[in-house]
């Protein structure tokens, strides 16, 4: 949706993937994990508690965006391709369908973690990876072809956000081949959120200025500080990086011990000798 609400809300949505890849990932690296898509756990859990967050996430996301774009506000029906009174069966609704498709594809990425991680009884990495990719590929790939017709202030926003999205879609594709690097995943985790904070401002910069003046495509000096916004961005999600990976830190010290202790551990080998040594006493 070309509206306020229609930036909000993508906004949030991939602030709070980002805010999960942050929080995920750092337990993980902290953890001494360094596998990105670990085994599902061999205990029967069933199927309510296997199902991932991130799935569920991208496909109640993207269930909602695409209703929202055919069908809000309530009584809007924007299905149709083209009107059949039309005798030149022009195209309607290209923005719609444009952002439907988007978030089908999120959607759809959603759906294929649920079935890899809830309903295989092996967990399948590349079919995850690859619906993730998919969705940041296509999306990219229409952010591209996104700015007819729009105000050079739209453009150039939607510009910023090509970019990061497919610096992004890079890093997936590269993860293909090197999907156990720590640092692709917070750079990952890291656009992810600039993405979200970044379409969160474009809400304000488009349809609410706090000044009440609407930005001049035209001045040189509204295009150049679109550029400088979105470079605080950046720094901003850089920091917030950092402070999520902190806070992660400080609750692992207080409770990841204690969650690592509940597991069964390998004895030491002098343990284990001794530990047999008392067994065959016993036995005679």
């Known amino acids: 949706m070309g ?5 909000i809300s993508p906004g949030l ?3 709070s ?15 001494g994990c360094r596998d990105q898509y670990p085994a599902k756990n061999k205990t029967n859990r069933g199927f309510l508690k296997s199902l991932p967050a991130e799935g569920v996430m991208k496909l109640i996301y993207g269930f909602m965006a695409v209703m929202a774009e055919f069908f809000f506000p309530p009584g809007v029906q924007k299905l149709r391709f083209f009107s059949l009174s039309d005798p030149n069966f022009h195209f309607q609704n290209p923005n719609e369908w444009q952002h439907a498709t988007m978030y089908g594809y999120f959607c759809m990425s959603g759906a294929l973690d649920i079935v890899s991680q ?15 990719t998919a969705a940041f590929f296509v999306t990219t790939l229409l952010l591209k072809f996104h700015a007819h017709g729009k105000e050079a202030v739209e453009v150039q926003v939607h510009l910023l956000l090509l970019l990061t999205c497919a610096i992004t879609c890079a890093i997936f594709i590269f993860e293909f081949w090197w999907p156990n690097q720590p640092k692709l995943w917070f750079t990952k985790a890291w656009l992810v959120l600039v993405q979200g904070t970044w379409l969160l401002h474009v809400a304000f910069i488009l349809y609410k200025p706090p000044t009440g003046q609407y930005w001049n495509g035209e001045d040189p000096a509204d295009l ?11 720094a901003f999600n850089s920091g917030l990086m950092g402070a999520l990976f902190w806070a992660t830190y400080l609750v692992h010290r207080r409770v990841g011990g204690k969650l690592k202790n509940t597991g069964y551990q390998l004895a ?14 016993e036995e005679l």
């Open 118 to 132: 809830a309903c295989l009884s092996t967990r399948c990495p590349l079919l995850e990876h690859a619906g993730t």
């Open 17 to 31: 993937f980002g805010l999960l890849y942050a929080v995920r990932y750092a337990w993980m690296v902290l953890n």
């Open 268 to 281: 030491e080998n002098g343990e284990l000798e001794k530990l047999t040594l008392y067994d065959g006493d």
């Open 3 to 7: 509206t306020f609400i229609g930036h």
């Open 224 to 234: 150049m500080f679109l550029t400088t916004f979105y470079c605080w961005h950046l």
């Open 13 to 15: 949505a991939f602030l």
